[in-house]
């Protein structure tokens, strides 16, 4: 009985760190989603190149065509609309739908709300020493 209870310990024990570093995990990856969301509410490059990888790709179908961009194209159109959407009022819109982690990468599908259209994104992560990165942006346009 104590051999049991104490494998049972242990199992359990082994267990938590893991359990602490997926939380961990989780709270970082939500706090990239919230600045990319930031990066567009707020027209702020510097924020783009905080929450994306620099060899991001952010592609997505629009009505008319196929849209592929640069972390530097994104975030070039995210400072170019001025005023930005927080000056200019506009309610936030940002909902976090899913989000599954495997070791080092994540995928996480988010909607919004930006320029007036409803987007759905899924977001490919990496984390890269103690931080996650939006590696990729798939994009899908829901409402316009």
């Known amino acids: 009985m104590k051999k049991l209870c104490f494998l049972l310990f242990l199992g359990i024990s082994i267990g938590v760190p893991s359990q602490i570093e997926g939380q961990e995990d989780r709270s970082s990856i939500e706090k990239t989603i919230r600045i990319y969301f930031d990066s567009m509410h707020e027209s702020s ?11 991001a790709k952010i592609v997505g179908v629009n009505p008319d065509n196929f849209s592929e961009m640069s972390r530097e194209d994104f975030g070039d159109l995210v400072a170019s609309l001025q005023p930005s959407p927080k000056e200019q009022g506009v309610p936030e819109r940002l909902e976090i739908l899913s989000i599954e982690i495997a070791g080092m990468t994540a995928v996480a599908r988010v909607r919004d709300d930006y320029r007036g259209l409803t987007f759905l994104d899924t977001l490919s992560l990496i984390k890269t020493g103690d931080r996650w990165v939006i590696y990729n942006k798939l994009y899908h346009i829901e409402r316009q």
């Open 45 to 55: 490059k510097a924020k783009v190149d905080l929450a994306f990888h620099p060899n």
